[in-house]
């Protein structure tokens, strides 16, 4: 059984402050997703990453997907208000269905 | 991406019940997904919906508590039958992308059972 897991559970920081929160796996992705979900709504795709060692920037996030593909991390700079939310992890395997970590909530206080 | 409703968005209903929750998709795709994410929780998956054949269920979850219908490549319903107030979660559907590397949520339906 494949098992994405998260860390910290929860966070909470200062505005402007950075943070990187974590997702790791003992099984090998062809895929990591990241996802942001606020409270009342679906969770949003943030990126995807295939390649062993990518790293991907979206602003203020950037992105990296471990060289063996079992892991990620996702840094956040300079952490605004509208970061608040649940932030979570999802990997695919080939021919498998897409496993979800178990989140990590981030609140960025004012 | 895909743009994807549900209906309803929320809902509160009574213990016995049952309730359909739709899902429709502005493109047609050949599987759609549904999740249930309870309170402060991720996302646990229900079954696999494809179109003109039955939905294929996880460990946990079978087809008399949420028989699920896709009758078209852009529709699907779920629904929760004879509900309890444990089946209070927000479910949620998805697609995934052509590559099937990622996939695409809905708005989730918020339910509250009594």
């Known amino acids: 059984t494949q098992l994405l897991e998260q860390s910290p559970q929860f966070l909470s920081i200062q505005e402007g402050e950075n943070l990187t929160v974590y997702c790791n796996s003992s099984s090998v992705f062809s895929s990591l997703q990241w996802y942001r979900q606020e409270p009342g709504e679906g969770p949003v795709l943030l990126v995807t990453v295939v390649t062993g060692g990518e790293v991907k920037k979206l602003k203020r996030l950037t992105f990296q997907f471990g060289d063996a593909r079992k892991d990620s991390s996702l840094h956040i700079t300079a952490a605004q208000t509208g970061d608040t939310g649940l932030y979570l992890c999802?990997?695919?395997?080939?021919?498998?269905?897409?496993?979800f970590g178990p989140g990590t909530r981030l609140s960025v206080l004012p | 991406s895909a743009v994807i409703s549900q209906k309803p968005s929320r809902d509160i209903c009574q213990r016995g019940t049952s309730l359909t929750i739709q899902c429709q998709v502005d493109s047609q795709v050949t599987m759609m997904f549904w999740y249930r994410q309870q309170p402060g929780q991720s996302l646990t998956l229900i079954a696999t919906a494809n179109q003109g054949s039955e939905a294929t269920y996880e460990s946990g979850f079978v087809i008399d508590k949420f028989p699920i219908s896709r009758p078209n490549l852009t529709f699907s319903t779920l629904t929760v039958s004879n509900m309890s107030p444990e089946d209070s979660s927000i479910y949620l559907c998805s697609v995934a992308s052509g590559d099937q590397e990622t996939q695409y949520f809905g708005p989730g339906t918020r339910l509250l059972v009594l």
């Open positions: 999802a990997g695919v395997s080939y021919g498998q269905n897409f496993v």
